[in-house]
């Protein structure tokens, strides 16, 4: 069982960053992927990115590539995700998610998630 816990959230001018944290409290921790997804308003929910469990190896939709990236740390049970030269449409409720998987395993299908964070806005305007 696994709680999470999204964080950093807030209004950024375009070009600007945000750093979210995603805290998990649980024992699975370590041997589960993280993912984060968004949705914007009138838009389905949709896999941003995601780190595997045991590598740490990253994974990232097209529309954030070379501007997020995603990172975990065990001692503390926390995913972040970067966001750097945020553009207004990167605006949405953020949405970090996990599941039990193998070491390398990545995915960006919300239905391979089994536990899920209340969110946290990121709102990108002038």
């Known amino acids: 069982q696994l709680q999470l816990v999204e964080s950093g959230g807030g209004l950024v001018q375009p070009g600007g960053s945000l750093r979210l944290s995603c805290v998990a409290s649980?024992?699975?921790?370590?041997?589960?992927?993280i993912g984060w997804f968004r949705q914007a308003p009138g838009k389905e929910r949709e896999g941003v990115s995601c780190?595997?469990?045991?590598?740490?190896?990253?994974y990232f939709a097209d529309s954030v590539e070379g501007r997020f990236t995603i990172s975990r740390d065990s001692a503390k049970k926390t995913v972040y995700l970067q966001m750097n030269s945020l553009k207004p449409e990167d605006t949405a409720v953020y949405y970090c998610?996990?599941?039990?998987?193998?070491?390398?395993?990545?995915?960006?299908?919300?239905?391979?998630?089994?536990?899920w964070g209340q969110g946290t806005q990121v709102t990108v305007s002038s």
């Open positions: 998610a996990a599941t039990v998987a193998p070491a390398d395993w990545v995915s960006l299908r919300r239905e391979a998630y089994e536990y």
């Open positions: 780190i595997s469990p045991g590598t740490g190896k990253g």
């Open positions: 649980g024992v699975t921790f370590d041997y589960s992927a």
